[in-house]
């Protein structure tokens, strides 16, 4: 069954507009592709990487340079979780001392 939705699928003239939202368009030809459909629309929805991740890998990368290459696995998540916990930290201290005046 698979074989043929995928040979009809490949046999299409007319391509999807560039404008088209793939949901929407998978959603509309379940009739047709019933297994491809149901396959297109598990892996469209699946979300896109959030900027956390991303953040991470760039301090990550940041903090790997040519001149710290000897880093160690975990010196190297120490080093990105410290950047990331520190202005919290100085937050918190920066907090206590107004909180400590009053």
Avoid at 38 to 53: E, K, N
Avoid at 63 to 91: F, G, I, N
């Amino acid at each position: 069954i698979a074989r043929r939705e995928i040979q009809v699928w490949k046999s299409r003239t007319i391509p999807l507009p560039k404008t088209s939202n793939p949901l929407k368009e998978w959603r509309r030809g379940v009739k047709i592709f019933p297994w491809l459909s149901l396959l297109a629309r598990r892996v469209l929805a699946i979300p896109a990487t959030s900027a956390a991740p991303e953040r991470l890998f760039s301090t990550s990368g940041n903090t790997m340079t040519k001149k710290r290459c000897s880093l160690s696995c975990d010196h190297l998540e120490e080093c990105v979780y410290l950047h990331e916990a520190w202005p919290q930290v100085r937050k918190w201290a920066a907090d206590k001392k107004v909180h400590d005046m009053k």
